[in-house]
């Protein structure tokens, strides 16, 4: 069966960095665009950031406004998984965050119609 496993998330300090992991099983996640989601607590689902498939794009990345200059995205296709590397953590960073895929990925948007969730991993930023 298909699967994403997503690991990393802790309770870090404002300013602390963390690096989300999202690996794939039963699938070849470089040939899908991934996209990384959130919820904070009251809140709704947002897009935190994406990559198209290495595959047909090379990689194309988005950043949702507020994250951009902080998170990195990238892929690792020999361990069939995606990162989200994320520096400065700002308390409002504060979310359960899933990997997602096929995501539909540009620069200047990403979609939120996926077929394939993770379970999510918890971030808390608060000092």
């Known amino acids: 069966q298909l699967q994403f496993v997503e690991s990393g998330g802790a309770l870090v300090q404002p300013g602390g960095s963390l690096r989300l992991s999202c690996t794939a099983s039963g699938f070849t996640l470089n040939f899908f665009g991934i996209g990384w989601f959130r919820q904070a607590p009251g809140k709704e689902h947002e897009g935190v950031s994406c990559?198209?498939?290495?595959?047909?794009?090379?990689?194309?990345?988005y950043y949702e406004e507020s994250v951009k200059g902080r998170f990195t995205i990238s892929r690792d296709n020999d361990k069939n998984t995606v990162y989200l590397q994320m520096n400065n953590l700002k308390p409002e960073d504060t979310g359960v965050y899933y990997c997602?895929?096929?995501?539909?990925?540009?620069?200047?948007?990403?979609?939120?119609?996926?077929?394939?969730w993770g379970l999510g991993t918890q971030v808390t930023v608060s000092s």
């Open positions: 990559i198209s498939s290495s595959g047909s794009s090379g990689g194309t990345t």
């Open positions: 997602a895929a096929p995501t539909v990925c540009t620069h200047r948007n990403m979609a939120n119609r996926n077929n394939y």
